[in-house]
């Protein structure tokens, strides 16, 4: 079975400052690998995927991340945060049949 | 491109009524759609797999019956919370994937439908 996941539940980080939010994944076969923001009471906003190519698959709102065969690994990252980056991030891998299986997802809070 | 919407964006009932929410893609036919539930600040849970002109297949504990999926275009999907309870309450997010392209491999969210049944 398909599954991600997210260690951290919470990512604080200072406006400004680099932001990274960790997924690690677990699939078997080639990976198909999302990263959706939520904000509060609000659909899922997609950000970027990977389906196969780069390791470094840029995405919405200055957001990237980078796919790491060796350590099963999905990271997003932001070079520079901001406060309205503040919200709840999910990492998702899709399988066979297009199901999407979301991670417990990670609270990002930017101060300013 | 690839908008999905809701409608309502949030309801609240009373404890044994009926409650239909509805998706559509505006912009693309969708072949498939998705029904999730998410609890206060956990992840969505899949409930359901909605397919254009055939019955809605549902994820393992969740009553078929109680939470009714109709597929009728290839826009529209709805569910509907019969009977609905207190335990209901919920926020309910659907999703639509293009039936094929480049976008197939993704889902395109709706804004969600916050449920408050009193």
């Known amino acids: 079975a398909q599954s991600v996941a997210q260690p951290e539940d919470q990512v604080n980080v200072a406006e400004g400052n680099p932001l990274t939010v960790k997924c690690t994944y677990s699939?078997?076969?080639?990976?198909?690998l999302f990263w959706y923001v939520q904000y509060p009471n609000r659909g899922l906003q997609f950000l970027l995927k990977?389906?196969?190519?780069?390791?470094l698959v840029k995405g919405s709102y200055g957001f990237e991340a980078e796919f790491n065969k060796s350590q099963t690994s999905f990271h997003l990252k932001k070079p520079s945060a901001l406060v309205s980056d503040s919200a709840l991030y999910f990492c998702?891998?899709?399988?066979?049949?297009?199901?999407?299986?979301f991670g417990a997802g990670t609270t990002v809070t930017v101060r300013a | 491109g690839a908008v999905v919407s809701q409608h309502p964006s949030w309801v609240i009932c009373k404890s044994g009524t009926s409650v239909k929410i509805e998706c559509r893609s505006l912009?693309?036919?969708?072949?498939?759609m998705f029904w999730y539930r998410q609890f206060p600040k956990q992840s969505l849970m899949l409930m359901a797999t909605?397919?254009?002109?055939?019955?809605?297949?549902?994820e393992q504990g969740v009553e078929k019956d109680k939470f009714l999926i109709n597929h009728a275009s290839l826009t529209l999907s709805t569910l509907t919370v019969t009977s609905a309870h207190p335990e209901d309450s919920s926020f309910y997010i659907c999703s639509a994937r293009l039936a094929g392209g480049p976008g197939r491999h993704e889902q395109f969210f709706g804004p969600g439908t916050r449920l408050t049944v009193l």
């Open positions: 990977y389906i196969t190519g780069d390791n």
């Open positions: 998702a891998v899709r399988a066979h049949d297009y199901k999407l299986s």
């Open positions: 909605s397919n254009e002109g055939s019955k809605a297949t549902y």
């Open positions: 912009d693309f036919q969708a072949t498939t």
């Open positions: 699939v078997s076969g080639n990976p198909y």
